[in-house]
């Protein structure tokens, strides 16, 4: 269904290689403006409240760039607050919720609604070509008033949306795809998730096993230095694995012989659009 909405064939096989949490910092704006403009990267996400944002969406301009939506702030010493002053959005120092546990059991979801809202429109008024949106953390589709924002949201700027795979999203009576369709969103067929494998090796495995229709598989670069290290003590070395990866030649060349076309969100918005 969805290869049709996109006026290719059912054998197709298109691939979106998103780099999440642009803005988080600078050294993560460059491993995305390289991944993109040198690699294999064909869309990203932008953390909008985060400090290095404005810097991302200029950096950027012009490329298909997605809304992360981003309700945490996660790492010690270096954090963020809302756009908006909804209560329920701050912890008692006034940021972000620093887990996804403490956001799920505290999340106001009208505050976030208005949260939501005030980063797309941020983003628009940046001058970002908003493709898609997805979620920092998943937070907006681990609660079912959650997940109803997200896709209203998503109808109301007509957007697509990133689908996480069906043993998070798929829960009792809440099907979140059925819920996608109902409010007419595209959203891949499928998505490789990676997080936190290195996502050179799941690639190097997954490309040549890829099915018919669209795929999405996200990474998190950023550049090493004292500015990742200073802000990310846990992961640091992922995110400088993931910046190599989207660079590197042994993937690009496995993706030209794996007969598989990269496409970005854009794709799938103008298509929704369309119809």
């Known amino acids: 269904m969805l290869l049709r ?3 290719r064939h059912s054998d197709n096989k298109l691939l979106i290689i998103n780099c999440d949490d642009a803005g988080v910092s600078h050294a993560a704006n460059v491993a995305t403006f390289r991944a993109m403009t040198y690699g294999v990267a064909t869309s990203a996400s932008l953390m909008v409240p985060c400090p290095w944002a404005a810097e991302a969406a200029r950096m950027l301009v012009g490329r298909p760039i997605g809304v992360h939506l981003t309700m945490t702030s ?3 010493g270096y954090r963020w607050r809302g756009l908006t002053r909804g209560a329920s959005l701050h912890d008692a120092d006034g ?3 620093m887990t996804t546990r403490s956001a799920i059991s505290r999340l106001n979801a009208e505050h976030v609604r208005d949260e939501c809202r005030a980063q797309i429109e941020t983003a628009l008024a940046w001058g970002v070509d908003v493709t898609h949106l997805d979620a920092h953390m998943n937070i907006m589709q681990l609660r079912d008033d959650l997940s109803e924002v997200y896709f209203g949201l998503a109808a109301e700027f007509r957007l697509p949306v990133r689908m996480l795979p069906e043993h998070i999203t798929d829960r009792g009576p809440y099907i979140a795809r059925k819920q996608a369709s109902a409010n007419m ?3 891949p ?3 490789i998730y990676p997080w936190p494998r290195r996502t050179r090796d799941v690639l190097l495995t997954e490309i040549p096993l890829l099915r018919p229709g669209v795929t999405e598989v996200f990474a998190h670069p950023v550049l090493d230095g004292e500015e990742l290290r200073g802000y990310d003590q846990s992961h640091a070395d992922i995110r400088v694995h993931d910046a190599a990866c989207l660079l590197d030649t042994e993937v690009a060349n496995l993706l030209k012989i794996s007969d598989i076309e990269c496409i970005s969100f854009r794709e799938l ?3 929704q ?3």
């Open 273 to 275: 659009r369309s119809a």
């Open 269 to 271: 918005r103008d298509a």
């Open 74 to 76: 996660e790492y010690h």
């Open 189 to 191: 067929d499928r998505i």
């Open 95 to 97: 940021f972000l919720h």
């Open 5 to 7: 909405q996109l006026g």
């Open 185 to 187: 969103l595209l959203c």
